[in-house]
């Protein structure tokens, strides 16, 4: 997956339950389309029921198509690590289980090298106090998440799942 055009391009993040993850990059000016799904697995079209038994590989992530004049990659990973705990290896808050790692599936070489910097700059900041288990890795398949999943919080009038 690369650039949809010249004006837009991707971004794929898994930062724990895409419903959450979703809503905050849905209010990011510049971000101009989300969608949850799966990405980073072993089974073709996987379903939620299928990641959720965490035997296909797939994390649970948010595809952004966004516009880098209106909002930079770099604004977008600050965002992605403000909004999860990046030190917490393969859950997010009480949800456990791989589909909720913390990782970047970059779309671009200048993507990577990005994400991989924005860590480096963290952890030499000492911006949180156990190592970024977040791990970046390249763009693979993405699977949309049925369509219940789309805009799940938005649709019940909620900014966000946390108790």
Not at 66 to 93: I, K
């Amino acid at each position: 997956m690369s650039n949809t055009n010249s004006e837009t391009q991707k971004a794929t993040f898994g930062a724990g339950c895409f419903w959450g993850v979703e809503v905050t990059f849905a209010t990011v000016p510049g971000v101009l389309d989300t969608e949850v799904g799966y990405e980073g697995g072993q089974l073709s079209e996987p379903t939620y029921k299928d990641v959720c038994t965490d035997s296909t590989g797939h994390a649970e992530v948010v595809e952004l198509t966004f516009d880098p004049g209106q909002v930079n990659y770099s604004a977008l990973l600050d965002t992605f690590f403000s909004l999860h705990d990046p030190t917490q290896l393969n859950r997010q808050g009480p949800d456990t289980g791989t589909q909720y790692r913390s990782v970047i599936f970059y779309h671009s070489p200048e993507q990577e090298a990005e994400a991989k910097q924005k860590i480096e700059e963290l952890t030499a900041a000492k911006r949180f106090a156990k190592p970024i288990e977040t791990r970046v890795v390249p763009a693979e398949t993405f699977w949309p998440a049925e369509d219940y999943h789309q805009r799940y919080l938005a649709k019940r009038g909620l900014a966000s799942c946390h108790i």
